[in-house]
Nanobody, 124 residues
Framework: VQLQASGGGLVQAGGSLRLSCTAS????????MGWFRRAPVKEREFVAA????????YYADYAKGRFTVSRDNAKNTVYLQMNSLKPEDTAAYFC??????????????????WGQGTLVTVSS
């Protein structure tokens, strides 16, 4: 299984970015997909997750109202639209795929597969 993330880059505070992560190597029916991030000298933290159907989503408090997670099952791809970015959003963002609920992924960090990160840098 491979998870390939893209879309990171350098953006000014207040700007937007859209991250994508495509999964391959198996069928991901019933799997939730989500995003985590790790900032320099900080631990990994949850960002957002979405269920297989897309009917259930779960966000970290800091992401609510600014970030939107979505997915395209035909492409095995999960997206993270990030608006109103702040310098404290600077981190490596990586995706996760797990046979769990978005809430469990978010609360307990549970995932079956982890991708490599894409770097997001927000300048002030």
């Amino acid at each position: 299984v491979q998870l390939q993330a893209s879309g990171g880059g350098l953006v000014q505070a207040g700007g937007s970015l859209r991250l994508s992560c495509t999964a391959s190597g198996r069928t991901f029916n019933t799997y939730s997909m989500g995003w985590f991030r790790r900032a320099p000298v900080k631990e990994r933290e949850f960002v957002a997750a979405i269920s297989w159907s897309g009917g259930s989503t779960y966000y970290a408090d800091y992401a609510k109202g600014r970030f939107t997670v979505s997915r395209d099952n035909a492409k095995n791809t999960v997206y993270l639209q990030m608006n109103s970015l702040k310098p404290e959003d600077t981190a490596a963002y990586f995706c996760a795929v797990g046979r769990t609920t978005p809430q469990t992924m978010g609360r307990f960090g549970r995932s079956d597969y982890w991708g490599q990160g894409t770097l997001v840098t927000v300048s002030s």
